[in-house]
């Protein structure tokens, strides 16, 4: 199995690669990729080391299959120039997501709209994997009628130069600012960039790809993204009116055998998920879970994940996994 890791000296290409050993995926040969300024350099796996190459030269090489995370522009220009060579691509990049011709796939959900013709496959954004591995199950159970949703989002979904805005600011140094504003001891309303609609590109990513995932475009979704100075993992606060009424007990035994789903609520012992607790780790963790006493059928929750590992690298690894496992490549 050749596997090219492109965007592979950013954060979840390094995250990606951690997670292949673990898991331990059947890579034969890696292929390490990223831009012209890092060919050359040399990264370890397994034991092994390995030159970085340049975009050109990966496709030339024909993987089986490429995990992406190089951002949308990379993967609109060089995604299709693998998948011609015989190459799957998953994508963890939006460039794809809403592709009306391409998969958008969480692999507890929706694996089964794969087949061997997908060869460009979109990875959801990682607020949205969290937040769907706790609603599906209660989709399928009640069905969903409307979601209202705030995230409170760590700074490694900005990337490398967020984590290194916070550190200079705890320090009390000057540097290159990822944010308009401190992140340090604040919270920034603004995930990505405004769309004309007043809301930003992240909280209209929960929108649209949440109906898509699902299969259902009645659902309504409205989303606050929040910036905060965290590290370890997104969080969210999710209110969902559901088309049927529930208990409690039932669903924290629905959540208990869910796939990827971690139950942490029990308030006698103080106990709910945190990013704290969250980072390193590949399942979502919900908790808090209490009835909305403003309105019926309406359940509030509030759900954790590590966003470099089940928001990006494990959920686009167990996308590959699955291809593999039922002959899709």
């Known amino acids: 199995m050749r596997v090219a890791i492109v965007g592979v000296t950013g954060m979840v290409g390094n995250?990606?690669?951690?997670?292949?050993?673990e898991r331990n995926f059947p890579v034969t040969e890696l292929i390490p990729v990223a831009s012209e300024k890092s060919v050359g350099k040399k990264i370890t796996f397994q034991g092994?080391?390995?030159?970085?190459?340049?975009?050109?030269?990966?496709?030339?090489l024909k993987p089986d299959i490429a995990l992406f995370s190089a951002g949308g522009s990379v993967s609109l220009e060089w995604a299709p120039k693998f998948a011609q060579v015989g190459?799957?691509?998953?994508?963890?990049?939006?460039?794809?997501?809403?592709?009306?011709?391409?998969?958008?796939?969480?692999?507890?959900?929706?694996?089964?709209?794969?087949?061997?013709?997908?060869?460009?496959?979109?990875?959801?954004?990682?607020?949205?994997?969290?937040?769907?591995?706790?609603?599906?199950?209660?989709?399928?159970k009640y069905g969903i009628k409307r979601v209202v949703v705030s995230t409170y989002q760590s700074i490694t979904g900005t990337g490398v130069k967020a984590v290194k805005q916070l550190e200079n600011e705890y320090k009390g140094e000057k540097g290159d600012m990822a944010y308009h504003y401190q992140i340090h001891r604040n919270a920034?309303?603004?995930?990505?960039?405004?769309?004309?609609?007043?809301?930003?590109?992240?909280?209209?990513?929960?929108?649209?790809?949440?109906?898509?995932?699902?299969?259902?475009?009645?659902?309504?979704?409205t989303a606050t993204a929040v910036r905060i100075p965290v590290v370890g993992g997104h969080s969210e606060s999710i209110n969902v009116e559901l088309i049927n009424d529930f208990n409690l007990d039932e669903v924290r035994d629905i959540f208990s055998k869910t796939s990827g789903l971690v139950l942490q609520d029990d308030t006698n012992t103080n106990t709910y998920p945190m990013p704290l607790y969250a980072q390193g780790k590949d399942d979502v963790f919900v908790?808090?879970?209490?009835?909305?006493?403003?309105?019926?059928?309406?359940?509030?929750?509030?759900?954790?994940?590590?966003?470099?590992?089940k928001g990006a690298a494990t959920n686009t690894i167990q996308i590959a996994e699955y291809l593999i496992t039922n002959n899709l490549l």
């Open 188 to 221: 920034i309303p603004q995930c990505d960039v405004f769309e004309d609609n007043g809301y930003t590109k992240e909280e209209m990513k929960l929108v649209r790809e949440t109906k898509k995932i699902l299969r259902d475009d009645s659902i309504a979704v």
């Open 87 to 140: 190459t799957t691509v998953v994508d963890n990049s939006s460039a794809w997501r809403m592709d009306t011709t391409k998969k958008l796939v969480i692999p507890e959900i929706n694996a089964d709209v794969l087949t061997k013709e997908d060869k460009i496959i979109a990875n959801p954004n990682c607020s949205t994997i969290q937040m769907l591995i706790a609603l599906a199950p209660l989709q399928k």
């Open 48 to 60: 092994k080391e390995y030159s970085v190459v340049g975009l050109q030269q990966a496709v030339s």
């Open 15 to 21: 995250v990606m690669l951690e997670v292949l050993n």
């Open 287 to 309: 908790g808090r879970l209490r009835k909305d006493e403003s309105q019926p059928n309406s359940l509030n929750m509030w759900v954790v994940s590590d966003n470099l590992r």
